[in-house]
């Protein structure tokens, strides 16, 4: 090999070897950014260790985001300085939801009082209420032309009432500014809270939604802060006091529940007089988040399907992408439409 072939070759391989040596800087710099915004969302979380992530089957798989109308939604919303819980929680819909116009606002803040070990929303002490809130939502509400929306927030514990006062606030706000929208809302439990439930039922929501997130032998590893029973007989209020209010509510599977244990909260739900179960897989956040025990196959959530519309749901969505309030217009419209046809039968 002639001189200047052999400086040439030592010159491609010591570029070469440059640029792993920045490539693998740049991996670790992004490896602690990442660890450091983790740490920042999260802090009671750093100190568990890593738990493992296991590789998502072929049907969990999701489109990225990239229309025109998901630009148009997001600037709607960033505009209006409000939050949502399809960013906060990393929700795998949001791309299909967007798109469409739909998204699930998120009141009271984005900073949660509670640190339950499944949920990517941020936790630790919450910015004073902002009472103009209540008229950004509704005004995003009208400009987006909703025909359904659906509300939840993130718990306040420091709170006297939880928040309630602001969800009646919020849901008096979006009846004034757009009268044809029909309102979902997805409440925290008011775990301690006299009288605050009473508070959000009276301003007659069209759908009441409270998920109870897990088997009752799971909560004190996944939803630590709060009480399977307490969150059950939350949603038979409900039916109590306002009969003709739709309620809801949701389970996460793949944590390591068996299914007698599904159906046992199944069970649970309909002596509580609810309405609509949305079973959905569960997806881990980040290392520090509850582990995925197990991906649950389609054919597993259609048998789920079935055995709950056989104990008596008016509407059931069961597959690994359900989420409280995927697809919630077309189902609001389904569950009204179920509920006739049980009166008329």
Not at 39 to 57: F, I, N, Y
Not at 285 to 314: C, N, Q, S, W
Request: charged share 30%; with cysteine.
């Amino acid at each position: 090999m002639c001189e200047d072939a052999r400086r040439t070759t030592l010159d491609v391989q010591r570029l070469w070897a440059y640029l792993r040596v920045m490539a693998n800087l740049i991996d670790t710099s992004s490896r602690e950014a990442a660890a450091s915004a983790r740490a920042a969302r999260h802090p009671e979380k750093q100190k568990r260790p890593d738990t493992p992530v296991l590789r998502k089957p072929d049907w969990i798989r999701v489109k990225a985001p990239l229309g025109k109308t998901f630009s148009e939604t997001q600037k709607i919303v960033k505009e209006g300085g409000l939050v949502t819980v399809c960013e906060e929680a990393g929700c795998p819909n949001i791309g299909e939801c967007w798109e469409q116009k739909h998204a699930t606002f998120m009141i009271l803040g984005d900073t949660c009082t509670r640190a339950c070990s499944f949920c990517n929303v941020k936790t630790g002490l919450p910015a004073p209420v902002d009472h103009d809130e209540a008229r950004r939502v509704a005004d995003a509400v009208a400009e987006m032309g909703l025909n359904h929306v659906v509300i939840t927030s993130v718990d306040r514990d420091d709170l006297d009432d939880g928040g309630a006062q602001h969800f009646v606030d919020v849901i008096n706000s979006i009846r004034a500014a757009a009268p044809q929208t029909t309102i979902e809302i997805l409440t925290p439990d008011f775990l301690r809270k006299d009288g605050a439930a009473e508070m959000v039922i009276d301003a007659k929501p069209d759908v009441f939604n409270h998920n109870l997130e897990t088997v009752p032998r799971l909560y004190l590893s996944i939803r630590p802060g709060a009480r399977y029973y307490h969150s059950l007989r939350l949603l038979e209020r409900v039916k109590e006091r306002d009969p003709n209010q739709f309620t809801k509510s949701g389970i996460m599977v793949g944590l390591g529940e068996t299914k007698e244990e599904v159906m046992q909260v199944m069970d649970d739900m309909r002596s509580a007089g609810i309405d609509f179960l949305t079973i959905g897989q569960y997806l881990q956040p980040t290392r520090k988040h509850a582990a995925v025990e197990r991906f649950v196959t389609p054919d597993e959530f259609k048998a789920y399907e079935t055995i709950a519309r056989a104990k008596g749901f008016l509407m059931v969505s069961a597959t690994p992408l359900t989420r409280s309030s995927h697809h919630a217009g077309d189902d609001f419209a389904k569950l009204q439409a179920a509920r006739e046809q049980a009166v008329n039968r």
